[in-house]
């Protein structure tokens, strides 16, 4: 038997050119303009979306997350622009001065929107890496952002019973997660359980994102459902993640469900008791600290 002396050589994998890797920082650099804050993985599927890159972890590692690293520490990119909710510091906030807290006070001074409103409102998010996206949102609305991280611990769903019990409203809940086996049971596990703990709460749960409709009229890219995923049985569609939405379209889909609930009359009074409320703290942050605490020993 004749023994081949032919061996096989290794596919090289082509290169980008330095002019081809400018015009990629190019595109990257408009995405990441017109929808900031927004995640990494957003910028992936924006991407891809355009026609500009594959669908591909490697293009993901390389193209955009490698590409965006190195544009924000070359100060081509501000670092502001790029979300990440993932890393967070805990601390008590603290003043350097009775001062300075007043002051402080004054700037952030705001009313509860809802408690002069007929219901109450919340908005779910199943990955803590788009919080930075939806909060632009719901910050200005007063609406708690509660971010489940996959299947939330009982603890944290009672707690949140608990919550919707002490506000006695109707309760309207809107939930954004993935398409996926485990993004279509996180929410009913929230909704079971919360309905469990706080049953006589009046509750509205409505899954906001994403949807089937909404994978075939915004064309969103798919990816292979996991098959290790325990509930991948009976699920037979492809999986699409919520990052694969552009975030503006996110915003939208939030603040719509909220302002539907605005009392707009109700909402212009307390808007006018903050202010007024606001000019007096002002006064008293105009107060030097000496000031202040000579009015304190005269109380």
């Not at 038997?1 to 595109?27: C, D, V």
């Not at 993932?86 to 402080?104: D, F, G, N, V």
């Not at 709460?201 to 994978?215: C, G, K, L, M, S």
Request: charged share 30%; glycine share 4%; hydrophobic share 35%.
């Amino acid at each position: 038997m004749r023994t081949s002396t032919y061996k096989s050589r290794p596919i090289k994998r082509s290169r980008r050119t330095k002019k081809a890797i400018e015009t990629l920082k190019e595109h990257l650099y408009g995405v990441v303009e017109e929808l900031q804050p927004v995640t990494v993985r957003q910028v992936f599927y924006q991407m891809v979306n355009r026609g500009l890159i594959a669908k591909t972890e490697a293009e993901y590692d390389n193209s955009v997350g490698r590409l965006l690293t190195q544009m924000r520490l070359e100060g081509e990119l501000p670092f502001d622009w790029i979300a990440d909710n993932t890393r967070w510091m805990r601390k008590p906030r603290t003043y350097s001065s009775l001062e300075s807290a007043i002051k402080r006070t004054a700037e952030a001074y705001r009313r509860s929107v809802w408690d002069c409103q007929d219901v109450y409102v919340e908005v779910w998010l199943e990955k803590d890496a788009l919080a930075g996206i939806l909060y632009d949102i719901t910050a200005p609305w007063d609406v708690p952002l509660m971010v489940v991280r996959g299947f939330s611990s009982i603890s944290y769903l009672h707690e949140a019973a608990e919550t919707i019990m002490a506000v006695d409203k109707p309760t309207y809940l809107y939930y954004f997660g993935d398409y996926d086996p485990s993004g279509v049971d996180i929410p009913r596990n929230v909704e079971v359980r919360l309905r469990e703990f706080a049953p006589e709460a009046e509750i509205y749960f409505e899954r906001v994102a994403v949807n089937p409709d909404q994978i075939v009229e915004m064309n969103l890219p798919t990816r292979p459902t996991k098959k290790s995923d325990s509930r991948s049985k009976g699920f037979e569609d492809e999986s699409v993640e919520v990052d694969a939405i552009p975030p503006n379209v996110l915003r939208v889909l939030a603040e719509r469900r909220i302002t539907q609930h605005i009392n707009s009359n109700q909402y212009e009074v307390m808007q006018l008791a903050e202010g007024e409320e606001r000019k007096l703290l002002e006064m008293f942050a105009s107060l030097d600290e000496g000031q202040l605490r000579g009015m304190l020993r005269t109380q």
